[in-house]
């Protein structure tokens, strides 16, 4: 895991109080902005405006923290000169966004990475969310721990400085039509069901969230039409997996921790699961056979 925030304490404080800072300006912006544009992001999805004033937000915002040399973001194709210094942010702003049209769940996904992006599990500083829930929330991975804090007028309220997830699962919540699964992720989903309760939003921060608060297990896993699945190792991935191991749970593509897989491109796919140790290893054993 990675392993702290070493010399880049004041920068990353700086870095959430601006996130934090951002959350209710965002979350203002998106009743006006629930229209799709004519523009496709790099991974060929529809954006939303608010995918793209959202972006357009943290950008400048980001601008003026000293210390943040790159800002990439998975609604542009290329990484972003914004300053001097030597971290990185990778940056998912509105995770889940087609939730917006039934007023359900989404958030703002921040990876920090040392160097040059595209960054591995080795290079993550720290990681958050936002979630814009029914609670503006923000959770921080940071130095091992993860602690979650309410978002009132901008300012960090923290509210569990040492979120961990329950040792018992209980939901279980995953992306992907059924006849696209593989055979072995198909095995272990009749399993699971027999035992934990579904629950999938849509959004990988309230989906991963649920897990954190409920444990279990989220997974957007490969697809026979999409090995390495949907979901970006950069944006998605690599913050959700440091954020959830934080959390005392576990990540795995599929064969190993999601903090392992070498970063070759910047919106390069990744299959994940997230969550209680026992249903990972589960999960693996099934996707073994495949
Ligand atoms: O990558 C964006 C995203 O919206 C994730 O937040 C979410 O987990 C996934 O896609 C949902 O995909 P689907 O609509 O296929 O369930």
């Known amino acids: 895991m990675p392993t702290g925030a070493g010399d880049h304490e004041a920068v990353l404080d700086d870095l959430f109080e601006t996130l934090a800072g951002l959350a209710p300006e965002i979350r203002a912006s998106l009743p006006g902005r629930r229209v799709k544009s004519d523009e496709t992001n790099p991974s060929g999805e529809t954006r939303l405006e608010a995918d793209a004033y959202a972006d357009e937000l943290i950008e400048d915002a980001l601008r003026e923290v000293d210390g943040i040399g790159t800002y990439a973001s998975e609604e542009q194709a290329e990484p972003i000169d914004i300053g001097d210094g030597e971290l ?12 917006i049209k039934p007023n359900s769940p989404m958030g703002t996904i ?7 992006l595209p960054g591995d599990g080795d290079s993550l500083v720290p990681a958050a969310f936002v979630l814009f829930g029914p609670i503006l929330t923000m959770s921080v991975a940071r130095d091992g721990r993860l602690y979650e804090a309410n978002v009132n007028d901008g300012e960090i309220d923290v509210i569990d400085d040492d979120v961990t997830l329950p040792e018992e699962p209980t939901v279980y919540g995953m992306g992907g039509r059924v006849p696209d699964w593989t055979e072995g992720f198909a095995a272990f989903i009749d ?16 989906d991963v969230n649920q897990v954190l608060t409920y444990g279990g297990i989220f997974s957007y896993p490969a697809l026979q039409s999409s090995p390495n699945g949907k979901l970006r190792l950069q944006f998605e991935g690599i913050p959700m997996a440091y954020i959830t191991e934080c959390a005392g749970g576990v990540s795995s593509d599929g064969g190993q921790s999601i903090l392992e897989v070498e970063a070759t491109g910047l919106h390069q796919r990744v299959p994940v699961h997230l969550g209680n140790e026992q249903l990972i290893d589960r999960v693996e054993t099934h996707l073994a056979g495949d």
Not at 191 to 206: D, I, P, T
């Open 191 to 206: 399993e699971v069901e027999q035992e934990y309760k579904l629950r999938y939003g849509g959004a990988m921060v309230a």
């Open 88 to 99: 990185s942010v990778a940056c998912d702003p509105l995770d889940g966004s087609s939730n």
């Open 110 to 116: 921040v990876a920090v990475y040392e160097g040059d």
